[in-house]
Structures are given as C-alpha cells and as structure tokens.
C-alpha cells in the first residue's frame, strides 16, 4: 500500500529536518518540493532573467529540464543534467525561489513531477500546497509552523553553522518578506489544508518534532 504524508508549512518551520527524521524512520521517501522552485530560480538567476517578471520566467521554461534522484544521501536536484543541490540554499536562491514559485506557468510546470513521485511511493513531501493542491488525497497532512522569531533563529544558526555570514535581523526581514509573498500569492498560496493538523513546533526540538509527527501519522494510518 502507497501512503502519501504531505507537510506544508511556512519557511524555517524545520520542514525537512522534521521530514526527514521521520521518513527514515518510517522508511519512506522525503520529497523536498522547494528544491524543484529553487531549481528554476537558479536557473533564472544565472541567465539573468528577473525571476519576478512572469513573461520572461514563463518563457525559459521550455529550455529547463528538472528532476529529482533518490538515493542513500537523499534526494538531489538535477536542473538540464547537472547535479545543483549544494547550489540552491542560498538567500538569493530562495528569494528566487519564492519569486518564481508565484507564478502560475511555473506551478503547472513542476506540478506532474510531483504527482508521479507520490503515485509510485510512499513519501512524506513537503511543500507549501501539497496538502491543498498537489496531493489534496494525501492520507496524512500536517501543517508545521512557528513563530517568526524562532524560525529566523533556527535559519539564522543553521547557516552560521554553514560558515556563511549573515545577521540575524536580515534573516528575520527576509522570512517575513517570504511568508508575505508565500501566503499572498494568487495560485496556490501557503495555509493549512481544512483536513490538516496544526503543529506549533516552536517548543520542540527537532527530534520531538520528528517524534510528534511520527505520532500524527501512526494515529492516521492505523
Ligand atoms: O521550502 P523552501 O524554503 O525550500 O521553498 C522555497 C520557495 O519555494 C518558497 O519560498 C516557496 C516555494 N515553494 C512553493 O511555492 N511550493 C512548494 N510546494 C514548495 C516551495
């Protein structure tokens, strides 16, 4: 039997720590659905098209190939054949992100990807709108969220840790700046499907999350 878990929830949430915790242990798939918008804001970004100009973006994707691989270290992003997983994580890969990912041709563009990998795998996917648009029969969904401040926090140690240097305070802009974008936009915007349970993971750790949403689904699932 293929189960499908679908985790939407805001930027910084511990979305994919949290997923893939908890897909490891369930022995399922962890489908980072960001990676694929970032995949196309790189894309984007390198060509120098303005990844808020819908025409220009809507227009490159025909020269675009994404895909996403499966294996030991997790899934990798491949965009026309090259491996651009250690590329994307970027403050200005997810600003291009967010920025391409409100557009409706983008949306439409990724969207068959990730309905395929759900048809043939059980997986926990995270995203923005897989409770709500790309999986909206997904047996389980959970909606991971945070306050602000923590979110920034937990981004802002994450990539201190990565030796990148960053101050706070813009990491906090730039996620509300996100949340803005990611919940105004027309197509698809981030909220919580009507069938989804609400987790405030802002008290938790990562691996009391993990455990919590291991819990939501065994209870789901039987
Ligand atoms: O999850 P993430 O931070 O890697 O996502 C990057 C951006 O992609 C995010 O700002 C919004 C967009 N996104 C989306 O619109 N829908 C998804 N299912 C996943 C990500």
Redesign the pocket.
């Known amino acids: 039997m293929i189960v499908n878990v679908a985790i939407d929830g805001p930027?910084g949430a511990g979305k994919s720590s949290v997923a893939k915790a908890a897909a490891a242990k369930l022995g399922y798939i962890y489908v980072d659905?960001?990676?694929l918008?970032?995949a196309v804001g790189l894309y984007a970004l390198n060509n120098g098209i303005p990844t808020d100009d819908a025409a220009s973006v809507s227009g490159c994707l025909k020269d675009i190939k994404v895909e996403l691989k499966f294996s030991d270290e997790g899934q990798q992003v491949y965009l026309n054949g090259e491996n651009v997983s250690a590329f994307i994580r970027t403050p200005e890969a997810?600003m291009a992100?967010?920025n391409v990912?409100a557009i409706p041709a983008v949306r439409s563009f990724l969207f068959d990807l990730q309905r395929n990998i759900a048809k043939e795998n059980s997986c926990i996917m995270d995203?923005?709108?897989?409770g709500t648009v790309v999986l909206p029969d997904a047996a389980v969904k959970i909606f991971l969220t945070a306050s602000p401040e923590i979110r920034a926090k937990r981004r802002y140690d994450e990539l201190i840790a990565k030796g990148q240097s960053v101050e706070y305070k813009d990491v906090l802009d730039e996620l509300i700046q996100?949340d803005y974008n990611?919940s105004h936009r027309q197509v698809a915007p981030l909220k919580p499907a009507q069938d989804s349970v609400i987790l405030d993971n802002g008290e938790l750790n990562l691996e009391e999350s993990a455990d919590r949403i291991i819990e939501i689904i065994e209870e789901k699932i039987g």
């Open positions: 930027a659905t960001g990676a918008y970032r997810s992100a967010s990912s995203g923005r709108d897989i996100r990611d």
